[in-house]
């Protein structure tokens, strides 16, 4: 019993850290350590969000 509460821990903490990644890809690599090498890693560039040009609030108009 003491195995199996100690392996669920571990499993809780690597839930949390795959939790708190904001890399998609960062976190299945975290959750692959615990489940395997037949869990699913998306590829980077898969995952990387793309992302525009931000709003400029230097006052002048487009």
């Known amino acids: 019993?003491?195995?199996?509460?100690s392996r669920l821990e571990?499993?809780?903490d690597?839930?949390?850290?795959?939790d708190a990644q904001a890399d998609t890809h960062e976190a299945c690599k975290i959750?692959?350590?615990k489940f395997g090498e037949d869990f699913?890693?998306?590829e980077k560039s898969d995952t990387t969000k793309q992302t525009s040009a931000g709003v400029s609030t230097s006052?002048?108009?487009a």
Request: aromatic share 0%; hydrophobic share 35%; net charge positive.
């Open 14 to 18: 690597a839930l949390n850290e795959a």
């Open 59 to 61: 006052g002048r108009s």
């Open 40 to 42: 699913p890693v998306p």
């Open 1 to 5: 019993m003491t195995d199996l509460k």
């Open 31 to 33: 959750l692959r350590k």
């Open 10 to 12: 571990e499993l809780r």
